[in-house]
């Protein structure tokens, strides 16, 4: 069966950090682009990090450009979200998934999505 796990959420305070990790078994996470995604109450989910397969080559979204870096561990079948400078209007619930070919598909061509983890932000 295949299947991705979130983990790593949690309450912080503004400014702070977490890790969040993306688990993946049944497939092989480095044949496939591995986004992180987040939706907030009342909003669209949206792609704000993603980690392609061939070259490794990463994109982020706007707004955590500089806070957030993606990462990989092959022998740990893991991708990994650092968040640093949390801010509130990074809270969330945060997804991982995976696409065959390319971090540049839209969301909802993103396949085996996790549960989602809660990141909240707030003093």
């Known amino acids: 069966q295949l299947q991705l796990v979130e983990s790593g959420g949690g309450l912080v305070q503004p400014g702070g950090s977490l890790r969040l990790s993306c688990a993946a078994s049944?497939?092989?996470?480095?044949?496939?682009?591995i986004g992180w995604f987040r939706q907030a109450p009342g909003k669209e989910r949206e792609k704000i990090s993603c980690m392609n397969n061939n070259d490794g080559s990463t994109y982020y979204t706007d707004s955590v450009k500089g806070r957030f870096t993606i990462s990989r561990d092959a022998a740990k079948n893991t991708v990994y979200l650092q968040m640093n400078s949390l801010k509130p209007e990074d809270t969330a619930v945060y997804y991982c998934?995976?696409?065959?070919?390319?971090?540049?598909?839209?969301?909802?061509?993103?396949?085996?999505w996790g549960q989602g983890t809660q990141v909240t932000v707030s003093s």
């Open positions: 998934a995976a696409h065959a070919s390319s971090c540049t598909r839209p969301v909802g061509k993103f396949a085996y």
């Open positions: 049944g497939f092989t996470l480095d044949y496939y682009a």
